[in-house]
């Protein structure tokens, strides 16, 4: 018998504020730009890219280019992605993050 998988979507859990904080947080503890615009992406299509584009001002397409796996967000899109999630980015020292994350 044969078996049916599905593609893993991250997307489809992310339905609280604190699911989304913490998908965000693990993608910018990498400080891989590229994760971090694939990450935001995700949360984009979680929340509905429309609503994004309309909170944010930005074009549906702009949000899809910066917010794409090859994507180079500018701090300015950043910024006003982030606080359309109701979130903000916040500096921490280093080894206080990873503190956090070896505990």
């Known amino acids: 018998m044969a078996r049916t998988t599905r593609t893993f979507d991250p997307a489809r859990y992310l339905d609280s504020p604190e699911a989304i904080a913490g998908f965000l947080e693990d993608a910018f503890a990498g400080s891989d730009l590229k994760e971090i615009a694939s990450a935001l992406g995700v949360v984009a299509r979680a929340r509905g890219m429309s609503q994004l584009a309309e909170e944010t001002g930005l074009n549906r ?31 921490a020292p280093r080894g206080q993050v990873e503190a956090v994350e070896g505990s």
Do not use: I, N, W
């Open 61 to 91: 397409q702009a949000l899809y280019k910066a917010l794409s796996d090859d994507g180079k967000p500018e701090l300015d899109t950043l910024l006003k992605v982030m606080k359309a999630f109701d979130l903000r980015l916040s500096p």
